[in-house]
């Protein structure tokens, strides 16, 4: 069993050059609080064209797939995992951007969430490759991008994002197809501004 690379915000892994050439890989992702945390992925082709998203509504697509749904988050370990099969792995895809939201009813954030966490695992020799771990002092968001995993012709990066949301999966997702389009950020309202009135 390797040490376990311990990642943090901003560092780029290149898995393949690290541990060579992998052909399954498990992002198992977990938290300590008894809160119903929902995992999604969200996959890209080579042009930033939004392709298809894998989470608790839809378990399995082009090559991803998800554990299933944890809803209390009870439970050592990983609460949900999600499933990179990457010798079936669609020939599109290559990004796969990795979030997880909070379900639970009422307004909930991460303040109220402990232990968060993504880890890389190899299941073909179960080994915990890597690690990212939630470690914001404030985390007012309801939801978390933690990461891309990139696919060049087989040749893997890992990218730690660490950036806080906000909204559904569903929002979420249309977050990610405006950025991968290249589309400006949209500029809020601004209410109009009053005349001057110059007083003699």
Do not use: C
Request: no cysteine; proline share 2%; glycine share 8%.
């Amino acid at each position: 069993m390797g040490i376990t690379l311990n990642l943090e915000k901003g560092i780029v892994l290149d898995l393949t050059k690290e541990f060579g050439k992998l052909t399954k890989l498990h992002l198992g992702l977990g938290w300590d609080t008894e809160m119903d945390l929902d995992a999604f992925a969200i996959m890209f082709d080579k042009d930033g064209k939004f392709l298809d998203t894998v989470s608790f509504k839809n378990l399995s697509s082009l090559g991803v797939s998800l554990s299933g749904d944890n809803r209390t988050g009870e439970g050592d370990g990983d609460d949900e995992t999600i499933y990179v099969h990457l010798d079936r792995l669609s020939s599109e895809v290559v990004k796969i951007s990795l979030f997880a939201n909070i379900y639970s009813a009422g307004r909930r954030t991460f303040n109220q969430v402990e232990g968060s966490f993504i880890r890389l695992i190899n299941p073909e020799t179960n080994e915990e490759l890597a690690k990212y771990s939630l470690k914001d002092s404030s985390r007012n968001y309801n939801a978390f991008y933690f990461a891309d995993l990139t696919v060049n012709d087989g040749h893997l990066n890992f990218e730690v994002i660490g950036e806080g949301l906000n909204g559904s999966i569903s929002e979420i997702e249309r977050e990610m197809k405006r950025r991968n389009s290249g589309e400006p950020t949209p500029q809020a309202p601004q209410s109009p501004q009053k005349k001057k009135r110059w007083f003699w």
